[in-house]
């Protein structure tokens, strides 16, 4: 059974920064993971993503405040958000693409972390 599981959010002051992590357990390999966030009210969107070759793409809203990185070792991502606005307030979700026991190419989701940032 595949679980993503995210940890790290939280409150904070604009200005200041949060790390989120999201582990991987249950895939038999993982081509992409990627950072979503959904605000209340709007959209789901992509925050960043990296794949396994550690090739990364930032929405352009976090662009230069964002950082994503990956432990391919430990099926790990880490989001490291500075500079951080009110607007950023969001449910985050970490997503993966991968394969699991099927061996199906497949996306799945974790339940999501809170971040609010105050002003």
């Known amino acids: 059974q595949v679980q993503l599981v995210e940890s790290g959010g939280g409150l904070v002051q604009a200005g200041g920064s949060l790390r989120l992590s999201c582990v991987a357990s249950?895939?038999?390999?993982?081509?992409?993971m990627r950072w979503h966030r959904q605000a209340p009210g709007k959209p789901r969107e992509v925050v960043a993503s990296?794949?396994?070759?550690?090739?990364?793409d930032y929405g352009d809203s976090v662009n230069g405040r964002f950082t994503i990185s990956r432990d391919n070792s430990k099926n790990t991502v880490l989001l490291q958000m500075s500079s951080l606005k009110p607007e950023d307030t969001a449910v985050y979700y970490c997503?993966?693409?991968?394969?699991?026991?099927?061996?199906?190419?497949?996306?799945?989701w974790g339940q999501g972390t809170q971040v609010t940032v105050s002003s």
């Open positions: 997503n993966a693409i991968g394969r699991d026991y099927t061996a199906t190419l497949r996306q799945f």
């Open positions: 249950g895939m038999l390999s993982i081509a992409a």
């Open positions: 990296i794949t396994n070759s550690g090739t990364t």
